[in-house]
């Protein structure tokens, strides 16, 4: 028996080991990370303020001026720009296993390989989507064989419908187009009758077809009759021949018409033909602008004129675009092109956390073109931090 001495210190001991989970142990956080005093720019809801941005269970929790409350991380990013996840419709980050973390810290919380395999190998690209990080898709180029050095599709028989019918049906969760390059030299003479077979493939799965246009054998009009609502025509700046604007300064019919039912243009920015300044220059004062950004990125980006897809939106700032209009051509206009984004390229509440902080540089910024063309311009955004699913990307 204790006596009552005894008792009472017990009883003070008991309560105070029971009072320890409360004062030391962790008591779960309200929100796992709140990303402070950013300037919020979300085209998706047309918000473009100072806010605080506060995360749980890898969800928008909360935007607001002011956000009280615990976290368990919390990211400073005043003097930032803090926007949806970059969304990133033409890429080759499906050719090596490296490529998925490396454009994730440029921002890029979801990807769309733009038919680096073929039918032949489609399962290369595929795995390395599969075990991307970030969401991620590929298209299908319609060439078996993939990209050739001598041309994808240079030998017709490489456009196999049945070949790539197969493939599809086998892999349609990975799956997200038909990728048909018709280039010169790609498809040679035989580009009219690749994109005929793509489109065949494509339709017949309910998917969209993205062509690789510029420096084509048939006339633009041509090509474009053949793509439905949808569909995506990348490289749209490629200056001629066969670029989306005549000779005398007017946007194609035939390219116009594309655009009022449904298919979107889309940048691509790439290293070499598929852009040059003063075909954006005029594309741009005729008022054709993009629906979306592109980058075309391998893992030499870096060393290209590509660098990264905030350096590829960058660039439209010199021909008229805002930093507004420029972050909702990297998120909120790709978001409607794929269904795997459907939920993405925005931060409304309940949406899955996917964010990119960028930091807008004013100074004198140099960008190039695909032809050696460069231009300064005065500001342009840079990657900062990224995250993914609520969770903040560590950089290697
Ligand atoms: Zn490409």
Redesign the pocket.
């Known amino acids: 028996m204790l006596n009552r001495r005894e008792f009472v210190r017990a009883a003070a001991g008991a309560s105070i080991f029971a009072r320890i989970p409360n004062l030391f142990a962790a008591r779960p956080a309200k929100y796992d990370l709140i990303i402070k005093g950013g300037r919020v720019i979300d085209p998706s809801v047309r918000l473009d303020a100072i806010r605080d941005v506060a995360i749980a269970g890898g969800r928008i929790a909360a935007v607001e001026a002011s956000i009280a409350g615990d976290a368990a991380d919390t990211l400073d990013a005043r003097g930032k720009l803090v926007v949806p996840g970059l969304l990133d419709i ?3 980050t499906a050719r090596s296993a490296e490529g998925p973390p490396l454009v994730l810290q440029d921002g890029v919380t979801g990807w769309i390989d ?3 395999q073929g039918a032949d190998h489609i399962e290369d690209t595929i795995a390395v989507a599969r075990s991307s990080p970030q969401q991620a898709r590929v298209l299908m180029n319609i060439g078996r064989r993939g ?1 050739l050095p001598e041309g994808d599709t240079m030998d017709i028989k490489n456009a196999d419908v049945e070949a790539a019918r197969d493939a599809i049906s086998k892999n349609r969760d990975f799956i997200a187009g038909v ?1 048909a ?1 018709l280039s010169n030299n790609v498809a040679g003479e035989n580009d009219y009758e690749v994109l005929r077979r793509a489109q065949e493939v494509a339709s017949s799965f309910g998917l969209p077809v993205m062509i ?1 246009m510029g420096q084509t054998v048939s006339p633009i009009s041509k090509l474009v009759d053949l793509l439905k609502r949808g569909d995506i025509v ?2 749209m700046f490629a200056p001629p021949p066969n670029s989306i604007m005549d000779d005398s300064g007017h946007i194609v019919p035939e390219v116009l018409a594309a655009r009022r039912r449904g298919v979107w243009f889309d940048v ?1 920015n ?1 290293q070499a033909g598929h852009m040059r300044w003063d075909t954006i220059a005029a594309i741009m004062k005729a008022g054709f602008w993009p629906d979306t950004f ?1 980058t ?3 893992t030499n980006a870096h060393q290209t004129g590509v660098i990264d897809l905030p350096n590829c939106m960058s660039k439209l700032f010199n021909y008229g675009m805002t930093v507004d209009q420029a972050i909702a051509h990297a998120t909120v206009n790709a978001a409607r092109i794929f269904p795997l984004f459907n939920d993405r390229g925005t931060l409304n509440v309940g949406a899955p956390a996917d964010v990119a902080i960028l930091e807008l540089r004013k100074g004198k910024f140099e960008f190039l073109d695909n032809y050696k063309g460069k231009i300064t311009g005065n500001q342009r955004l840079f990657p900062s931090a990224t995250v993914l699913g609520g969770k903040r990307v560590t950089h290697a």
């Open positions: 033409h890429t080759h733009a038919g680096s990209i990728k390059r690789h990348t490289h691509g790439g592109s075309d990125w391998n």
